[in-house]
């Protein structure tokens, strides 16, 4: 799978741009040569010429899910089809057609992975889960606008994609109406494409228990072509449930959030949304100034965001060409992010009912394989006054660097990062098993994205925006020993960029002279 981090889809967009010089340096020497190549190979040479003139902005290329959806359906319904199209029965086999078809193979060898199906459904959940939390536009979507950029529209079989991945029937009722809209605006629709979208459309509202509004839309239908007869046996069905008066309404995929996972979600989504929750005389305390580190002449540039639980940002704490270093040491051992739940963490609440908790690879680094990790744990150090030793034997007071990157529409849903009472009995290894409950989490932001990503914390009502060269900082544990189950928090989805962060989670075990116990039952 690619579409679990967005560096993976980048090597697939780069591989496809050589490809298209190859294709594009085929064309024009049959050309030359007086010949031409099959129209289906012309149609779609055209189609990537178009889009990538459309994704570019900046001299960049648009790293939204939309795009990646372009990208990986022009992947399996092209550049995978291109050699059956190129060396079809009747088609006439050239010099230049063998030479392209070596820089093809050799182009396929290099990727380590290509897409696949299940990316397809990855990206159509991605980008319904999008639409649910950024309040977007089905009609921009169509039309290829996502905020401020803009790509190619969406073709039919995107559509059909995106709503074959919809959770409910009435998701797809809003797409199908959307996608009528458009039709009606382009004259040359052809037959087959309203009939697909009318007989979707009228087979959604009999599912959520509509058969009149079916009715009406098969009737619209058959205005155009009255006497298809699959349509006509839909509309008897459609009839027949109206006059037995039954309203039954089917499910697509049953989801459940209680009361109060259902406030942290509407807060969740807010926040994600850059809307301050808290008022002037909440936030009026917060400030920035320059905090003290364990050296006396280094300070650090620390910005308050809440007082309790504390939650910090430090500023400037990690430069451009380590962020760089970092991503490159981590990209040779990123894998797909395993679900929260392996510690049984209450990673279970918020995001989209059907989407997965998690879509990012990740990468783990230890102070030994390079001196820029072992630096970066000393810094650390020297920032928060905490221990980060790593004793691969015995007991660690921190565990490795976990480095992220996050796939199309790449999130993670609100989660505490402590195991509370689950420590006793999940399943890491020994050494941090003894190591005591996670105390703190240090989280540095390697890029800056274009929309969206931020870290939130519901419950609190506060959001970190992602920025490059800073770190989060929170203590998830209280000084009584008690975990603080306001320390939910969430990486939102992203809806612009590339999201790069890594983050060590701080063990307990060896702070007992760093961060002293409280006395009372409700220190902090
Ligand atoms: O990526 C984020 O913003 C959140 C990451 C996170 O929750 C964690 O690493 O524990
Ligand atoms: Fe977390």
Redesign the pocket.
């Known amino acids: 799978e690619v579409f679990t981090s967005v560096y993976r889809i980048e090597s697939i967009h780069r591989a496809e741009t050589t490809l298209m010089k190859g294709l594009t340096d085929l064309v024009s020497k049959e050309r030359r040569d007086g010949q031409s190549l099959p129209d289906n190979v012309i149609t779609f040479f055209h189609r990537v010429e178009e889009d990538e003139k459309k994704a570019q902005s900046n001299n960049e290329t648009v790293n939204n899910p939309l795009n990646f959806l372009h990208i990986i359906d022009r992947w399996i319904t092209g550049w995978d089809k291109l050699p059956e199209l190129l060396f079809c029965e009747k088609c006439r086999k050239s010099s230049n057609i063998i030479e392209f078809y070596a820089t093809y193979i050799s182009t396929k060898q290099i990727l380590i992975e290509t897409p696949h199906r299940n990316d397809i459904g990855g990206i159509a959940t991605a980008i319904d889960r999008l639409v649910d939390m950024y309040n977007l536009s089905v009609d921009d979507l169509i039309a290829g606008r996502v905020k401020t950029t803009e790509v190619s529209p969406m073709t039919l079989t995107e559509l059909i994609y995106v709503t074959n991945a919809l959770p409910s029937y009435e998701k797809e009722i809003v797409w199908y109406e959307a996608w009528i809209h458009k039709m009606k605006s382009n004259r040359n629709t052809d037959i087959e494409e309203y009939k697909l979208i009318y007989t979707k459309l009228a087979k959604a509202y009999f599912k959520v228990g509509e058969p009149l509004t079916c009715i009406k839309v098969l009737k619209k239908y058959l205005l155009k072509d009255p006497r298809n007869s699959d349509v006509i046996v839909d509309l008897e069905r459609c009839k027949k449930r109206a006059s037995a008066g039954l309203q039954k309404y089917e499910e697509k995929i049953e989801h459940y959030l209680d009361e109060k996972s259902m406030d942290s979600y509407t807060n969740y989504k807010k926040l994600c949304g850059g809307v301050e929750l808290r008022t002037p005389n909440e936030t009026k305390s917060l400030r920035c100034f320059n905090g003290k580190t364990q050296i006396p002449y280094m300070e650090s540039k620390k910005e308050v965001l809440s007082y309790d639980p504390e939650v910090v940002m430090f500023h400037d704490v990690i430069s451009d060409k380590e962020a760089e270093e970092i991503k490159n040491i981590a990209i040779p051992k990123m894998e797909r992010s395993f679900i929260v739940s392996r510690f049984k963490t209450p990673a279970t609440i918020g995001g989209n009912y059907n989407s997965p908790i998690r879509v990012s690879e990740t990468a783990w680094l230890e102070d030994s394989d390079h001196s820029l990790i072992h630096k970066l744990s000393r810094r650390i150090e020297r920032i928060t006054g905490l221990s980060l030793q790593r004793r691969l034997s015995s007991t660690s007071d921190s565990e490795a660097l976990?480095v992220?990157n996050?796939g199309a529409g790449g999130m993670?849903i609100p989660?505490v990062?402590f195991f509370g009472e689950r420590l006793a009995n999940h399943d890491a290894p020994p050494d941090l098993k003894h190591s005591g409950d996670r105390v703190a989490?240090w989280?540095f932001y390697l890029t800056d994205v274009k929309f969206g990503?931020?870290?939130v914390f519901p419950d609190i009502k506060v959001q970190?925006p992602?920025t490059k060269g800073a770190a989060a900082f929170w203590y998830s544990i209280q000084k009584s020993g008690v975990p603080d189950n306001r320390t939910l928090?969430?990486?939102?989805p992203v809806l612009e960029g590339s999201?790069w962060?890594c983050?060590k989670?701080i063990r307990v075990a060896g702070q007992f002279r760093k961060r002293p116990c409280g006395l009372s039952r409700d220190a902090v």
């Open positions: 976990q992220l996050y993670y989660h990062d989490t989280l990503g931020s870290t970190v992602v928090h969430a990486g939102c999201k962060v983050n989670w």
